[in-house]
């Protein structure tokens, strides 16, 4: 079974306008850690940001915002204001057990921001 | 800011070759991680690092693979005799802890090309 999946495979926004990226995840764990990684054409992987599954508040960081539904187990990214310089994928991954190590990441979604 | 490294950025080898890839964690950090990425795929873990040894990995991860932290600064893998198959993008990760917010920054990756 699928432990994140993202069900965008593409989404195109116009510039300023809000987009939102979804992420669904798939754990018995109580504690674990959510993290969304944006990946440009040049193919870096860029930690955009992060919620722990006690954490009371939706993350925020800057621009970027997340919408946390634990009941729902969805972890949806939020951009505001898109710009042309977000275009690019974007991963959700989960850190199972906080002590665990690996990431297991979703298939990406790509953004494709138009002006 | 400090940076997760890695050299080289792009490899090319024949099938039956060993390749080493290099990184260099941020100087501060304590666990180390490779993930892989097929062309169009999602990213997949393969190996962490901590306390020079492994301390987890993927079945991805077989005898053809090794890492090592020969220095105080750089952390390898090895492939001993790639295939075809070992095509892929290669992410160097590093983290300071695995609990809390443990965020793993990558590196840029090592394009890896097998023929």
């Known amino acids: 079974a699928q432990k994140i999946t993202q069900t965008q495979p593409g989404m195109f926004v116009q510039e300023k306008e809000a987009v939102t990226l979804d992420c669904t995840y798939d754990t018995s764990d109580q504690s674990y850690g959510l993290f969304w990684y944006k990946q440009p054409s040049s193919g870096e992987m860029i930690f955009l940001i992060y919620q722990g599954s006690y954490d009371e508040q939706n993350a925020t960081e800057g621009r970027y915002s997340l919408n946390f539904q634990k009941a729902r187990k969805s972890a949806n990214l939020v951009i505001s204001a898109s710009q042309l310089g977000d275009s690019a994928m974007y991963f959700c991954?989960?850190?199972?057990?906080?002590?665990?190590?690996?990431?297991?990441f979703g298939q990406g979604t790509r953004l494709t921001i138009n002006p | 800011e400090p940076e997760v490294t890695q050299t080289p950025s792009h490899q090319v080898t024949q099938m039956g070759q060993e390749v080493i890839l290099r990184c260099v964690p941020i100087s501060n950090h304590l666990y180390f991680y490779w993930y892989r990425q097929i062309l169009g795929q999602k990213v997949e873990f393969l190996v962490s690092?901590?306390?020079?040894?492994?301390?987890?990995k993927s079945e991805i991860f077989d005898d053809q693979f090794s890492v090592e932290r020969p220095d105080g600064s750089n952390f390898t893998l090895k492939i001993r005799s790639t295939k075809l198959e070992d095509s892929a993008m290669y992410f160097c990760?590093?983290?300071?802890?695995?609990?809390?917010?443990?965020?793993?920054?990558f590196g840029p990756g090592t394009r890896l090309l097998v023929l």
């Open positions: 990760a590093s983290s300071d802890r695995t609990s809390g917010v443990g965020t793993q920054y």
């Open positions: 991954a989960m850190r199972e057990r906080m002590g665990a190590q690996k990431l297991v």
């Open positions: 690092f901590y306390n020079n040894e492994i301390s987890e």
